[in-house]
């Protein structure tokens, strides 16, 4: 029984831990939500650029994605 309860506890704080972690979208996602605050001169293919030269992957949280534009010189928020 004891081994029961610990997987039970184990399997809780990952449950737990995957909650709390932002959840990531695709960048394309994340440009169809935000087009419309961005000045249309700037291109999501140089966005796109910009982020990847930052360090940023396809995948990421909309906060990550939203700082990096911040960064880029837009602040959408």
Same mark, same amino acid.
């Given at each position: 029984?004891? =081994?029961?309860?610990?997987?039970? #506890? &184990?399997?809780?704080? &990952? &449950?737990?831990? &995957?909650? #709390? #972690?932002?959840?990531?979208? *695709? ?7 935000? +087009? ?13 650029? *910009?982020?990847?030269?930052? =360090? !940023?992957? *396809?995948? +990421?949280?909309?906060? *990550?994605?939203? +700082?990096? !534009?911040?960064?880029? =010189? !837009?602040?959408?928020?």
């Amino acid at each position: 029984m004891a =081994g029961k309860e610990m997987m039970k #506890q &184990v399997a809780s704080k &990952v &449950v737990e831990e &995957v909650v #709390q #972690q932002p959840q990531k979208v *695709d960048f394309i996602v994340w440009w169809a939500l935000n +087009e419309k605050k961005i000045p249309s001169h700037h291109h999501k293919e140089i966005i796109k650029a *910009d982020f990847k030269a930052r =360090g !940023l992957s *396809d995948m +990421e949280s909309m906060e *990550d994605f939203s +700082e990096a !534009l911040k960064k880029y =010189g !837009l602040d959408i928020i």
